[in-house]
């Protein structure tokens, strides 16, 4: 497939971009003053301080919902999941809005607006006492949270959810358009973006996982939510001064629409024959794409039946009549579906890092000397200490080593990226099956099936499955939001990211369904916080 490249405008020796962007009043960009690492700069400080923010919440929510709501374990954790699968599920609406109306700039700050706003209700549902049922009688007899109760926290919680699906398809999207695809060194500089963009993610998760789950299990939850919603403020204020630096692509109508047209066009022109010459096939001219900031796509021979929707048969409706460059975008965007469906399983543990992992932790020694014990939540700080070493090394050591061997810009291939991370995932689950198994062992053979009884096993058992799962995020989550990013037409980048959240999401609900499975597989009577539970089922 070959992109017809357009130049941008140019008068004298100014050097304006060439891949299509432009400022927010839509004038062509000059590419010494605007984009390159200088934007990115603040859209990766945006990034640290959002990602304290949601993870400030996500990280602990588990407990909050079961100490504070006095909701059960697997309630907990099915509402946790159901909230995060919402969070990653809500960016297709968010990449819909940008590509199809308001741009990813407008889009962005909107959202923006509407995530302070659950956050500032989320912190009053956390500090007011009215907002919250009375504390447990002595760990006995705890009442249960009033509707109002319930309504007031989840609204915000889902408030918080559609603001990230404003923000989450478009930022990173943003932060990989300040480079030039037609200048060879922000080409290169670009290959390098993904690693560092996720570096910045769990740089903020990692004060997220350490301080701000310490301050809300010793401090109180309104100070460790009322931090992420300052930190949220200020990362807004981070982005929106950068704003003369940004180079930004122009809307061109929805993506999704432009794929149906291309699915209705060629099933209604299933028995016609796709004519040999490409240029019998119905395109518009290189001018007409340079006038809108697009590129032209040439006919390509995959997916050769989508090439009947530009069949010219006389119709002139956009459902029935497409061009081969609307053809070649659908295809693009349809084969990644594979594996936008083949990465889903892989997601569902991110969430039982944050759910069932940190429940198992709550049963455990958690004592580190006399006098400090740690918060549960607080071992997601392995997965991003892991994460953080990994992505350095592998951008400064590996990629420079193997690149010598495979002269591959990146080292190795996305996808062998990609499969590398899968194989880790299988092993950490064989791990994670293994502590489980040695937990309930011990918690058998020490009878202790008490709601507040501790298994005289260090929570530093849970240690390796979270430490090698940073390992493995750094394969396979840089991998795929590189892969469906790269891989989109230049008009469905936000869509491609969108992807990306859609596996997250999806792996949140599909982890769904185990917990009532797992809850009641009982050895003897029913344990409160699954002490004996058949390791078997939790996968």
Not at 408 to 431: A, D, E, K, S, Y
Not at 463 to 471: E, F, H, K, N, W
């Amino acid at each position: 497939m070959a992109v017809i490249e357009e130049k941008g405008p140019s008068s004298g020796n100014e050097d304006y971009t060439q891949d299509g962007t432009v400022d927010l009043k839509g004038r062509p960009v000059l590419r010494s003053k605007t984009g390159k690492w200088k934007a990115c700069s603040f859209i990766v400080g945006y990034e640290v301080f959002e990602r304290m923010a949601f993870y400030g919440i996500q990280s602990n929510l588990v407990i909050y919902l079961t100490n504070k709501l006095h909701e059960g374990t697997v309630t907990a954790s099915n509402n946790v999941s159901n909230w995060v699968g919402a969070v990653w599920m809500m960016p297709l609406a968010g990449a819909y809005i940008a590509d199809a109306h308001l741009g990813r700039y407008k889009t962005f700050v909107i959202a923006s607006c509407i995530y302070i706003l659950g956050m500032c209700l989320l912190t009053l549902a956390v500090s007011l006492p009215a907002l919250r049922p009375s504390p447990c009688d002595q760990g006995q007899n705890c009442p249960r949270a009033s509707s109002l109760q319930y309504g007031i926290f989840f609204l915000a919680l889902y408030i918080v959810a559609i603001g990230t699906g404003g923000t989450k398809p478009n930022i990173s999207t943003m932060g990989a358009d300040q480079f030039d695809e037609f200048e060879p060194k922000e080409r290169s500089h670009k290959l390098s973006f993904f690693n560092w963009w996720f570096f910045s993610i769990f740089f903020g998760t990692l004060f997220s996982n350490t301080f701000l789950v310490y301050l809300q299990d010793n401090k109180g939850w309104a100070i460790g939510y009322g931090l992420p919603t300052l930190g949220l403020v200020i990362s807004v204020v981070v982005f929106l001064v950068g704003t003369p630096f940004y180079r930004h692509k122009l809307p061109s109508g929805s993506p999704v629409t432009r794929m149906l047209q291309v699915y209705v066009a060629a099933g209604s022109n299933w028995k016609l024959h796709v004519p040999d010459d490409p240029k019998e096939l119905h395109e518009l001219s290189i001018e007409e794409y340079a006038s809108n900031g697009r590129n032209r796509i040439d006919r390509s021979s995959s997916l050769s039946f989508l090439d009947k929707a530009a069949i010219k048969t006389g119709q002139t409706s956009p459902w029935m009549l497409c061009t081969v460059t609307q053809v070649e975008e659908t295809k693009q965007m349809t084969k990644l579906i594979p594996l936008l469906l083949t990465t889903i399983i892989p997601s569902t543990l991110v969430v039982q890092a944050s759910t069932l992992f940190v429940k198992q932790g709550t049963t455990l020694d958690r004592s580190m000397g006399p006098h400090f014990q740690i918060p549960p939540a607080c071992l997601n700080a392995f997965v991003t200490i892991s994460m953080l070493i990994t992505i350095v090394v592998y951008d400064r050591a590996f990629v420079p080593a193997i690149r010598r061997y495979t002269k591959n810009p990146r080292g190795i291939t996305m996808l062998q990226r990609l499969g590398i991370g899968l194989v880790m995932h299988v092993f950490i689950m064989i791990i994670a099956c293994f502590a489980e198994r040695r937990r309930l062992k011990v918690a058998r053979e020490n009878h202790l099936f008490g709601l507040h009884d501790t298994i005289p096993l260090t929570i530093f058992i849970l240690l390796p499955q979270y430490a090698l799962g940073g390992v493995a995020d750094n394969f396979v989550e840089v991998a795929k939001i590189e892969i469906f990013y790269d891989q989109a037409p230049d008009g469905m980048k936000s869509l491609g990211t969108a992807y990306f959240t859609t596996t997250l999401g999806t792996g949140q609900y599909w982890n769904k369904p185990k917990y009532p499975t797992t809850r009641w597989q009982i050895l003897g009577k029913t344990p409160p916080l699954l002490r004996n539970i058949k390791c078997a089922f939790f996968s």
